[in-house]
């Protein structure tokens, strides 16, 4: 007599673990897309599930940005909050303090996952909006804080070391390790650009 196996029930993922996979999902395409370029859907098939289901744990696509921009500082802060803890000033060279230790560690960030790069600049974008814009802020402000904490440092020194995280992020951006004036790839461009005016103007002057 044939005997019908009993069907496993299919398991249910529950809704912090959908949760997190969603965000993970939308770090990835809001990077690349942008707030305004990027359709819940998208995001909804790369998790496996439907664009209703998204606005059942995120009211609006503004609110899953906002929750995967929050995730990308908590990231940062992290990085620095580890670092630090792992910066030891009494085997570290002379000119290693803890802000080069943080440093080094935001810079392979940058290079081990350009997602949080570009979702980061994807959020100062999107601060035309005045929902994203307060968040945004806060959650700047909370970095901020994070690095006083850990650096015990002086407000200009701490200005400093987020003017250079700025750079950083212009020069990975763009896919370069320098900004400065004398180096070799925007001296490459300035002749390149001086070589295009020389070409223009002497095919000007060729009389008909």
Same mark, same amino acid.
């Given at each position: ?8 029930? #299919? ?7 959908? #949760?997190?996979?969603?965000?993970? !999902? ?7 897309? $942008? %707030?305004?370029?990027? /359709? ?5 098939? @790369?998790? $496996? ?20 921009? &929050? @995730? ?20 570290? /060279? ?15 960030? %940058?290079?081990?996952? @350009?997602?949080? %790069?570009?979702? +980061? %600049?994807?959020?100062?974008? !999107? ?7 307060? #968040? ?12 006083? @904490? ?9 200005? &400093? ?10 020069? =990975?951006?763009? $896919?370069? &390790? ?14 390149? +650009?001086? *070589?295009?005016?020389? =070409?223009? +103007? =002497?095919?000007?002057?060729? /009389? *008909?």
């Amino acid at each position: 007599m044939a005997t019908t196996s009993a069907k496993t029930p #299919r398991q249910r993922v529950p809704a912090s673990e959908r #949760r997190d996979a969603l965000i993970d !999902a939308a770090i990835h395409e809001f990077a690349h897309t $942008g %707030l305004h370029g990027t /359709p819940v859907d998208k995001i909804a098939r @790369r998790v $496996g599930v439907a664009q209703p289901y998204v606005f059942s744990l995120f009211g609006s696509k503004r609110d899953l940005f906002l929750a995967a921009v &929050e @995730r990308g500082f908590e990231l940062v802060a992290e990085t620095f909050a580890n670092a630090a803890a792992e910066f030891d000033p009494a085997t570290a /060279p002379p000119d290693v303090d803890v802000f080069t230790a943080m440093g080094q560690a935001y810079t392979e960030l %940058l290079e081990s996952d @350009r997602d949080y %790069l570009m979702l +980061q %600049l994807q959020s100062y974008a !999107a601060c035309g909006d005045e929902v994203i814009r307060d #968040r945004v802020r806060a959650a700047y402000a909370r970095l901020v804080t994070e690095v006083e @904490r850990l650096s015990q440092a002086d407000s200009e020194r701490i200005d &400093e070391f987020f003017r250079y995280g700025m750079w950083l992020n212009v020069a =990975a951006a763009m $896919g370069v &390790e320098d900004l400065s004036v004398g180096c070799e790839w925007v001296q490459a461009e300035q002749a390149e +650009q001086a *070589d295009a005016e020389q =070409a223009e +103007q =002497a095919a000007v002057s060729v /009389p *008909d």
